[in-house]
């Protein structure tokens, strides 16, 4: 990150981590917010609900907190975090020890301070006081009963009686049992805050360097990814024009908030295939002697190395987008890469016979030098094309696969996760699982998933008779239509949705939609055939037996009458994608919509 930095900002020339203030606010307030990801010790959620708690507001605060997230000291957070807000009153074991406790309010977190209160309470030298120090992590008991001696006997000068004496010895060997050292935890600190400065003024460097890290882990690229947001920073899909191996900022002021995805980062590619694709760019090879852009598929199979860069490397690329600025079709990209590389071959074996013969004639492809037209193929849905996008990089970049479904859900689902507020009324959400883990909790196994709707994700939980009944719905990628209550998530800071009802799309449309419109003109459809191939469903509750599927109305118009009519509960049928796609295909010219106003 560093590098990166002084590379591209004139600015930092002379940054130096050891010069800078340890009371930047800007710092804080990301410890105090909890935008801790990839902050060192910082970044798992156990550590950023804490920092959301304690609010950190100066060194000795992260310091603390370094030493205290551990087993055992953990649950003196609680205390930490009243006496730090002025919550709960700090007290000390006497007063003598106040300016040893006072940075950590009243509470021994150190080892360093059992030991200072040792020397100043029990007359210890500071070479008994660490003897001590080891006697009580040691946890021997004719030993204790030694120092707990002399220690009473240090009081004794200091006016303290030996209860007293005692009460304070048993806190400091509790405390001992598990103390940090402060030295240790203040170099842990001091990283802290160095990487959490890089996050909080210079963002794009710190993702791209992160990244470039983690770029072998997918699931750890997608969390970044998301935090990344948060900060304003934007990524570009992988380029075959622009990229590198690694993840960069973009050059000039633009790279302040955007970066340019590692080509490195989609599955199949490989270093020495993307060293091979930025050097016949850049001019540096056999078959690509200038540096310019690649113009097409064509020409970029005509100059890589194709030693180097095989059909798996460019059909990865393909679906990751790395040639969208110069075919934006990514179908037809990928049906014509086996095409590139045959002429590719043809132009190489054309370009070795030096022009003496011509085999071929000028409008077939084999020895022609004139690119030809790419293959057509089916453009891909949102959907497919996001799926192939996930398989070549683990997540999404160009889009959302909640944009397929946005159109139709909204007419029925109209809050958006972003605008949700803390309401003990049920809400009706809708978006793309995600993160979806399956656990034990005390009353059964919980499925605990996350709803993203494009505007925001909330975190939800469903019990076990939902994920038993909603097991195909409840999959990652898959669009949902949840009802719950929320309420606030201490962990995240955030809002969570316990979940009292799910639907899948079709199920969603039989709930919220009044009926299928379609109009006929005159034409004839197989209404019997559509009914009995997607029939309605029936379920049973304490309430009787219910038919739950969509209505049809018929719209008939003739060149002397027109006239609607509802087919009622024996032309209810379920909507799924196949059934109203099998709609569409009857009546192509007037595709039937799902009403729902």
Known sequence: ??????????????????????????????????????????????????????????????????????????????????????????????????????????????????????????????????????????????????????????????????????????????????????????????????????????????????????????????????????????????????????????????????????????????????????AAREGRTEQSDVARPFTSLFDFAKRVDRSRVNKRVVDALVKAGGFDQLHPDRACTLASVGLAFEWADAQAAHAQQSGLFDFGGADEHGASTQEPALVQAEPWSIREKLTLEKTAVGFYLSGHMFDQYEPEVRKFCKRRIADLIDSREPQILCGIVGDLRVVNGQRGRVAIFKVDDKSEAIEAVANETLLDANRDALRDDELVVVQGKVQPDRFSGGLRLNVTQIWDLAAARARFGRYLSVQVDGDVVPLAELVRQWPARRASDEHGDTVQGLGVRVKVRTPGAAAELDLGDQGRFWPSDDALARWKQILPTQAPQVVYD
């Open 1 to 278: 990150a560093k590098d990166f930095i002084l590379a591209r900002r004139p600015e930092r020339a002379g940054l130096n981590f050891e010069s800078l203030t340890l009371d930047d606010p800007k710092v804080y307030r990301l410890f105090s917010d909890g935008l801790t990801e990839s902050v060192f010790q910082f970044e798992s959620r156990g550590m950023q609900g804490m920092l959301r708690d304690a609010k950190p507001s100066r060194f000795g605060d992260l310091i603390a907190l370094v030493a205290l997230y551990r087993p055992g000291p953990m649950d003196l957070i609680p205390t930490f975090v009243a006496r730090k807000h002025g919550k709960e009153k700090v007290e000390y074991p006497h007063p003598l020890v106040e300016p040893v406790l006072s940075e950590t309010y009243g509470i021994m977190v150190y080892q360093e301070q059992v030991m200072q209160t040792a020397q100043v309470l029990g007359g210890y030298s500071l070479g008994g006081a660490d003897m001590l120090r080891r006697a009580m992590g040691k946890k021997k008991a004719e030993e204790m009963a030694k120092h707990r001696e002399i220690f009473r006997e240090g009081a004794a000068r200091n006016a303290i009686g030996p209860a007293q004496a005692d009460e304070i010895f048993d806190l400091m060997e509790k405390f001992a049992g598990y103390g940090f050292n402060k030295s240790h935890a203040a170099a842990y600190a001091l990283l802290s805050y160095h990487t959490a400065w890089l996050k909080a003024h210079c963002a794009a460097e710190f993702y791209a360097a992160n990244m470039t890290i983690e770029m072998g882990d997918s699931e750890k690229l997608k969390v970044l990814l998301a935090d990344a947001k948060q900060f304003g920073v934007t990524f570009t899909p992988p380029d075959v024009n622009v990229c590198v191996h690694r993840f960069e900022p973009a050059p000039g002021r633009a790279g302040d908030k955007l970066i340019h995805c590692g080509l490195g980062a989609v599955k199949g590619t490989g270093q020495g295939a993307v060293e091979a694709i930025v």
